[in-house]
């Protein structure tokens, strides 16, 4: 957080190239991850499956305009979202989050693919989610994460 927060603003609204997302695009995008997951992640201890919908990421961005964006309540937004994600995730309890599931789409939601042949676990999606979220954070700060 203290990183984001010394962020001039000049800088949040750069683009390094007009296909690539700006820093207030990509804190935008991870606050859509982190919706999007956090359904997921609860739902599936009601679940044997782990199939869910999906969302189209660059119109969501795009729709939600999040390059003029202010700043400030999109880091605040998305470290909220972030903290509860962790609450969700260390009240899961270990038997639900280490279960194999299948069948699963993680062949088409996940950040680091599995087969779908392949059964997966609960705890293997929600590590993809870190992942994700770490590679993005590095798009803004690269090496860091």
């Not at 800088?11 to 296909?19: C, F, L, N, R």
């Not at 969700?88 to 280490?98: G, R, S």
């Amino acid at each position: 957080m203290p990183m984001l927060e010394a962020m001039p603003n000049e800088q949040t609204g750069h683009k390094p190239a007009p296909e690539q997302w700006s820093p207030g695009e990509i804190i935008g995008h991870l606050i859509d991850s982190a919706s999007n997951n956090h359904q997921r992640f609860v739902r599936a201890q009601f679940q044997d499956n782990l199939v869910f919908s999906g969302y189209d990421q660059n119109a969501w961005v795009v729709q939600q305009n999040y390059q003029t964006a202010d700043w400030s309540a999109l880091i605040t937004l998305w470290h909220s979202f972030n903290t509860h994600l962790v609450h969700v995730i260390q009240n899961i309890p270990v038997q639900e989050a280490t279960r194999k599931r299948h069948p699963h789409n993680l062949h088409e939601l996940a950040w680091n693919t599995v087969p779908a042949k392949e059964p997966v676990t609960l705890a293997y999606f929600m590590d993809d989610y870190i992942g994700h979220l770490k590679h993005h954070l590095n798009q803004i700060f690269p090496t860091t994460f």
